[in-house]
């Protein structure tokens, strides 16, 4: 089984990228994130005629997270236990949905970016990868045999390696301790960060910001990542990134991170 994870930066925008990839590599469960769309107007119908089913959930133009699988999509969940809110007044963002696909249960995660830091969205990303470290510890003390796969943009860069110049991201977000600190929180929950085993430690993106020619340069960061259960993680066999999917017309800033997960 195929399992993927693409910030798409706008699913109506790129919904023809997203079906010509499913059709291209054969994925069978694709985690979305950053949609920017409302449920009813998620293109659901270009994934449904290539057999594929869809959990989305979008509240505005902002945010937005799907799951798009063709091996069942069961037990749909927004939003996982005590998952941190914002706004005025407080409500949960369209960051996180879990569904069983094909035995795995897939959480589509995004991560709050943070702002900068000593900005409260700041310390709300904190509090948000805390509470999700406290929700998958507890799914493991429930089944320690759980097949979880959590994936997405995390929106921290784990090693300094992730980025193309630590100097420049010097005093900003994504790289900082405590980020990587709360990003480690996974980990130490008991969860394996899978692409880390099976691809190269360093110049390894999967994001590249459109300005300045980041892209044509591999100025680029790797934060969009894939956490795995113990029960997950033996069977994962290997991990892409399918690097061209930043080429062409309109490409995302990001791109897909494939999970090849053997039968049981």
């Known amino acids: 089984m195929l399992v993927a994870t693409w910030n798409i930066n706008s699913i109506r925008a790129r919904v023809d990228r997203a079906t010509a990839f499913l059709e291209r590599t054969g994925v069978d469960v694709l985690a979305l994130q950053e949609t920017k769309c409302k449920d009813e107007q998620f293109p659901a119908a270009?994934?449904?005629?290539?057999?594929?089913?869809v959990a989305h959930v979008g509240h505005s133009q902002w945010n937005g997270v799907a799951i798009v699988s063709r091996v069942g999509i069961a037990d749909v969940e927004v939003g996982?236990?005590?998952m941190p809110t914002w706004g005025d007044p407080p409500a949960a963002e369209a960051r996180a949905i879990g569904a069983t696909c094909g035995g795995v249960?897939?959480?589509s995660l995004y991560i709050p970016n943070g702002r900068e830091i000593g900005d409260p969205h700041f310390t709300y990303?904190?509090?948000?990868?805390?509470?999700l470290r406290d929700a998958a510890s507890g799914w493991l003390a429930a089944d320690p045999a759980a097949q979880v796969a959590l994936v997405g943009d995390w929106n921290v860069a784990p090693l300094d390696s992730d980025v193309w110049d630590p100097a420049f991201f010097a005093g900003r977000t994504h790289v900082t301790p405590a980020e990587r600190e709360a990003f480690a929180g996974i980990a130490e929950a008991g969860y394996t960060e899978v692409s880390r085993v099976h691809l190269p430690a360093e110049h390894t993106y999967t994001y590249w910001d459109y300005q300045q020619l980041r892209f044509p340069k591999n100025m680029g960061m790797r934060i969009d990542l894939t956490y795995a259960s113990p029960a997950l993680a033996e069977r994962v066999t290997?991990?892409?990134?399918?690097?061209?999917?930043?080429?062409g017309k309109t490409p995302s800033d990001h791109v897909p991170v494939v999970l090849e997960i053997e039968a049981r």
């Open 238 to 247: 290997g991990v892409t990134i399918e690097r061209n999917e930043r080429k």
């Open 46 to 53: 270009a994934f449904e005629s290539l057999g594929y089913e």
């Open 125 to 131: 990303k904190l509090d948000w990868l805390a509470r």
């Open 80 to 82: 996982f236990p005590d």
């Open 105 to 107: 249960r897939v959480w």
